[in-house]
Structures are given as structure tokens and as C-alpha cells.
């Protein structure tokens, strides 16, 4: 699979551990943008020349693409965005800022992604809404006990990841706060960023308002993202970011929008970006979700197996379920800071993660302040994993520490 992937032709010794930040681009989402480039580059929506409606012509064939990708029921509920980032503020700005109301209330968990986390928290001061944030505990469990203890008539918006960046895991209670959410009339925004690469999605049968996520995380180029907006909510917003394409007229004192999602797409738009994210989805469907997700799987399991012998190596997390529904394995090592594993790593090439992995609220519920994440992507193999343990060994063995 690696010579699908320029990048290691270019670094024949690279072990690349860093899915979850950046996965690398295969071959033919590169030649996806540069046909774009060289064959048909026009600005799309406003041109009635034929290279223009070409290029219109691709991007709507993409959203057609992603919603059948996502399960959502029309094109028309898929925003383009430059990521997770900017998808969920902008249902800050579009939807929040009209909806929530002082006394209201914000769920997020302590799992959360700072994207998904700082957007509700600042909001909430702005409004004088309150934001409410489910502990983790020191072995990364949710401490919610009793789900009504949380989700409650005043929680308008519950804002959750469907895998946590930090620990890698699926979300074990995702199906019951939605429906307890759902129960109370709240919205329901799902941070999708590290599922979409490898599980199966859909919105309808998850029962989300908003679903967000980066094209770079799942093969696709950077500068790209979507948000998925339920049909049914759509009416509940507003643009909030203003410009060129996205209106039907304009006069000095009114302006009116074009309808979902064109309203919410002003500017021009990352047209090659979201032409490479559609070859992104093809790849990922010529290889399947399922062998996708078996693969991951068993580079998890064979990683932890692994890691075993190394006594001094604490795992995040429960490794039950990091075993069952896994995407990367975060750990510390007692007596060496994450840094020096990771400039030791790179010294072999193998590029790890090392950090807070902008998810902070949770290193400080679970006590810890850095953590080593290694995360896989398909062009990953067996060998990767035996070169990083046997690499591992030479730490221990070195005087580092
Ligand atoms: C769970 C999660 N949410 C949000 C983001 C932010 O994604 P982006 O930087 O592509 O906007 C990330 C990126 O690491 C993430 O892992």
C-alpha cells in the first residue's frame, strides 16, 4: 500500500505514526487536484463558459459524494468548510449565537478536541448560557453516572466527539447522550474528525443535527472540511460569514441568501481541495471500510501486545476498548517526557505525536500533563510496528533514561 503514497518514495525509511494529526495523500488524490489545475481550472458557480461548468459540475458531484459517504439524506445538508475547525464555529456563529438564550445549557465531555471545546465554552460567556463539561476520570471513563444528571430540560446543544483524538477510542456513551439529547429537544453536533477515515458514518441512523470533519484526516488534501446540517435544522440558522457567491441579490440596505448550503459557502471555495476529498472517498471505498477498519485494528492490537514488555509504559485509557474500537494508542513513560521519546523516534524515522494533543481539559481530568500518540494510517504495516518496538527497546536500553 505504501506505493500508493508518494511520500514514501520520496522517504523510502519513513515510519509514519501521525495519522490522527495529518494522514499522508495517496497518488491519486494528488492527480485528482492537478487535473483540476491543468484541465479545468475556472472558478465554479458563477461562470457560464464550459471550463467553469465543468468545475461546478465537480464540486456539486462531491457533495453528492459526501452526503452518500455520510448517509445524509440530500446534498443540500453538506456544507463546505476548510474543517472541522471552521465547521464547528460556524455553527457557533450561524446557529448558537440565534438559538441559545442566557440560562441555557452547553454539553460537552472532557474527551473533547479544543475545536470542539473552546467554541462552546467562549460562546457561553458571551451569552450567559452555561457550559457543562462530563469529567473524565484518572483511567479515561466518563464519570456520568446518571445521563439525566447531564443532559436536562435547559441543555439546548450537546456537542460531543465521536473518537477521541487523545485516547483514540470511540465514545462509549455517543448513543445515549444523543438519544437524551434528542429525548429533551436539544441539538445534537458530533466532532467527526478522527472517525471518518475508517468507520462507517451515517447521520440519519446516528441522529445528529451537525456532524464535522477534515478532509486531511482521511486521505484528503488540507484546507478542506465539511458540515453536515439535518435538513430540519436548517432553518434555524443564519449566515455569519458574508461575501461573493453565496446571495441572490443584494441592494444597499438588504441582502438575500441563496438557499442550503449555497448561503453558507461565501468566496471561493476551496475547489481543488474539495475535488482531491472526493478522490479521497473513492480511494477510501476502493479499499473498503471494513478492510479499512481490520487493518487498523490489528496494528492496534499488535501494538499493544507490544507494548506490554515495557513495564514502564502506562497506556491511556481502557485498552478494552482502545482493542475493540481503537484508532491510536497514547502512553506515557515514566522517568522521560513525551518530547525526548518523540526527538529520540524521529532520530530513526519514525514520526510519532507528543503533547496535549490540543485536547488539555483532558490530560489535567486524567493527571497527566504530555502523552506519546501513535496513530496509523492504511499505507502503515506489521514491519512499522516491530521497527517502533524494537526502536523502543534501544530507548529503555539508552541512557536517556
Ligand atoms: C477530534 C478532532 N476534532 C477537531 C480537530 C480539528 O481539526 P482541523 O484542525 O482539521 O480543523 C481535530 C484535529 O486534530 C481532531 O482530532
Redesign the pocket.
Known sequence: MKNKFPIFIHHPYLIYLDA??TTQRPQVVLDAMDAYYTQYNANTGRGVYQLAETATQKIEDVRNQVAQYIGAADASEIVFTH????S?NLVGQSWALKNIKPGDEILVTGY??H??FIVWQQLCKQIGASFKVIPVDQSGQLLINSISDWVTPKTKLVAI?H???ALGFTNPYLNQLITAANQVGSRVLI?G??AVKSMSIDVQRLECDFY?F?G??MYGPTGV?VLYVKKSVQHEMAPSVFGGGSVNSVTATETVFLPFPYGYEPGTLPIAEIIGLGAAITFIQSIGLKTLQKHTNQLINQLLDGLHQFKQIKILGSQELLRATGTLVSFTIQGIHPHDVAAFLDTHNICVRAGH??AQPLAQFMGYDASIRISFGIYNDKQDVEKLIQVLKELFKSNLL
Open positions: 490522527a494529526a474543517g472541522t475547525t471552521t464547528i473533547e478536541h475545536a470542539n466527539t473518537v477521541s483524538n466532532d474528525a478522527q464535522a477534515s486531511h484526516k472540511g494533543h490540543c
